[in-house]
Nanobody
Framework: QVQFRESGGALVQPGGSLSVSCEAS????????VGWFRQAPGKEREFVAL????????VYAGFARGRFTISEDLARDTVNLQMNNLQPEDTARYYC???????????????WGQGTQVTVSS
């Protein structure tokens, strides 16, 4: 059974930093790109960042490049997202999922987790 458990969301001031984590299970992570998506109120879910779990190569959405860093913890089957210089427009619920290629789409559509809320506000 595929499961994603996200954690680490919080209220942060503009310009602040935050790290969120995703523990994944129920599939072979090394066969996938694993990463983060976000959904703000009234908007569609969008791609944030992915990492090739077997090679460690990352890809980022334009808004994330230079501010966010995705990393993997192979021992814990965990993918982390370090977010710096957060802005109010980064406010969203952050989810993780996995896909076979970086240009594909999330494969486990029936297994989205609860997500973790990131709110950027003064």
């Amino acid at each position: 059974q595929v499961q994603f458990r996200e954690s680490g969301g919080a209220l942060v001031q503009p310009g602040g930093s935050l790290s969120v984590s995703c523990e994944a299970s129920g599939f072979t992570l090394s066969d996938y790109w694993v990463g983060w998506f976000r959904q703000a109120p009234g908007k569609e879910r969008e791609f944030v960042a992915l990492i090739d779990y077997s090679r460690g190569n990352p890809v980022y959405a334009g808004f994330a490049r230079g501010r966010f860093t995705i990393s993997e913890d192979l021992a814990r089957d965990t993918v982390n997202l370090q977010m710096n210089n957060l802005q109010p427009e980064d406010t969203a619920r952050y989810y993780c999922n996995a896909q076979r290629t970086f240009f594909g789409s999330p494969e486990f559509q029936d297994s989205w987790g609860q997500g973790t809320q990131v709110t950027v506000s003064s």
